[in-house]
């Protein structure tokens, strides 16, 4: 297993450089970048504005003609090459594509990821302070998740064809139809002021005074702003989740292994707890390491904007809108580490439930 370890983290290397290669060669494709972006805020600015921008005195720049400007960006016409010199310069858009790319490279060997075009903050210390809202909606979801899909699952497997499996599915498929953003409207509607009650917050996950409150006054304070956003994000894993195990259980339960079990004696809570349970559950665990990367940070995105919650989510949406490449890509090397190394960790928990699996013994 060591040796299979080993291979598995050497392989997040050659991982990780094509994601950030393939990423860096459309996202320098696309329109609109930073140096363009700042081009067309200056077009709009004062003298003063322009001449901090390191491109002279508005006189200047209003003296330059139409066709003097020859940069190829959009709207670059009318000033200065100077000033578009100066601005590529403050994003680094004066190296070619490829030193761009190694100088990043070998800035994330480090955990280097730079400072925000549009902030003035380091990527590092926006991700620090974002992480704790998406960690904590994210947990919780994937507590309650798991807390409540598996038993049920369970129990829908036990229960096939029954008027409980029916009326359960119909429910579960509902709300798997209804999209996590459409479910966080409706609930604002009813229960955060919006047309009916007013129950819920739905600004932030702690009100303005939560640093006066005690001990018990915080808790229930950010249990009541985390409520809604939660179930938001409940809903869609809630139900692949249940389906995943149900169908799993009642595969495994039509196996042979089970009816011999059954016919040696075994109580039903033995065949089904002692030898059904860690085969069915395989395929749950498989799927751990896809419902977190998608809860923090896939899942959370358009909820994190409807109920104005600043994590991840909305950091990584309002990067790509800006262009803001070094929150982008840092975002993005992070949640892809992130990523691969929770799938070496469902191979470690799968030895521990199932021990005879033996990933050393692959090719």
Request: hydrophobic share 45%; net charge neutral.
């Amino acid at each position: 297993m060591t040796a299979y370890l080993l291979r598995r983290l050497l392989l997040i290397i050659p991982t990780l450089l094509g994601i950030l290669l393939i990423n860096f060669m459309i996202i320098q494709a696309a329109p609109g970048g930073p140096v363009e972006r700042t081009i067309a805020r200056l077009q709009g600015l004062d003298g003063s504005a322009a001449s901090r921008m390191g491109g002279g005195s508005g006189s200047e720049v209003a003296s330059v003609s139409q066709s003097s400007s020859g940069t190829g960006y959009r709207g670059a016409q009318g000033l200065p090459q100077e000033l578009i010199a100066d601005i590529e310069k403050q994003y680094g858009f004066d190296k070619p594509p490829a030193e761009r790319f190694w100088l990043m490279l070998k800035n994330y060997a480090s955990f280097d990821f730079g400072k925000s075009f549009f902030r003035d903050e380091t990527v590092i210390g926006l991700i620090k302070e974002k992480m704790p809202v998406s960690l904590s909606i994210g947990l919780w979801s994937t507590l309650i998740i798991y807390l409540i899909s598996i038993p049920l699952g369970i129990r829908k497997a036990l229960h096939s064809g029954t008027h409980f499996d029916l009326w359960t599915s119909s429910a579960i498929i509902v709300g798997y139809a209804i999209p996590g953003f459409l479910f966080a409207i409706l609930l604002i509607i009813l229960f955060a002021g919006g047309s009916y009650w007013q129950w819920f917050p739905m600004q932030g996950l702690t009100s303005e005074n939560h640093d006066a409150l005690s001990f018990g006054g915080r808790v229930l304070d950010y249990t009541h702003h985390i409520i809604l956003p939660t179930i938001c994000l409940t809903i869609g894993g809630f139900a692949t989740l249940t389906i995943l195990t149900k169908n799993s259980f009642l595969d495994e339960i039509g196996k042979q292994y089970v009816m011999t079990a059954r016919a040696k004696g075994l109580t039903e809570n033995q065949v089904l707890y002692g030898h059904v349970f860690r085969n069915a559950m395989l395929i749950v665990i498989a799927g751990l390491p896809a419902t977190l990367i998608g809860v923090f940070f896939t899942g959370s995105l358009l909820i994190e904007v409807i109920f104005n919650l600043d994590g991840l989510g909305l950091l990584s949406f309002e990067a790509v809108l800006n262009r803001d490449y070094p929150v982008i890509f840092g975002t993005m090397w992070i949640f892809t580490l992130v990523g691969l190394l929770l799938k070496i960790l469902s191979d470690v928990v799968y030895t521990m439930v199932d021990p005879r699996i033996d990933f050393e013994s692959r090719g």
